[in-house]
């Protein structure tokens, strides 16, 4: 069984910056692609970012380019999530996720962590 444990989240001002993280423990890391997501409110789950197995290759939603860089550590079994410039709109609780093949926008995915909320105070 793999545990994803997402932290990082909180309270920040816009224009401020935040790094999540996202520890994997119960099987190797390397074989899992990783990827981020987001909930906010009344919404509907959306894709932010996704990295290959040795960190090499990543992708973005288009309207998360510039702003949002996703990372891992494999030594470190963890992914990261560095969030610069939040704007109030970027409230939400924040997923990572794993796949043994690769992270899909649309899901299904193999596992997911429980959330971290992240709010943006204008």
């Known amino acids: 069984q793999v545990q994803l444990v997402e932290s990082g989240g909180g309270l920040v001002q816009a224009g401020g910056s935040l790094r999540l993280s996202c520890a994997v423990s119960g099987r190797t890391f390397s074989s899992y692609t990783m990827g981020w997501f987001r909930q906010a409110p009344g919404e509907e789950r959306e894709f932010i970012a996704t990295i290959s197995r040795s960190g090499d290759s990543t992708y973005y939603a288009d309207s998360k380019k510039g702003r949002f860089t996703i990372s891992r550590d494999n030594a470190k079994n963890t992914v990261y999530l560095q969030m610069n410039s939040l704007k109030p709109e970027d409230t939400a609780v924040y997923y990572c996720?794993?796949?043994?093949?690769?992270?899909?926008?649309?899901?299904?995915?193999?596992?997911w962590g429980q959330g971290t909320q992240v709010t943006v105070s204008s």
């Open positions: 996720a794993a796949d043994s093949v690769f992270v899909k926008p649309r899901g299904p995915n193999d596992y």
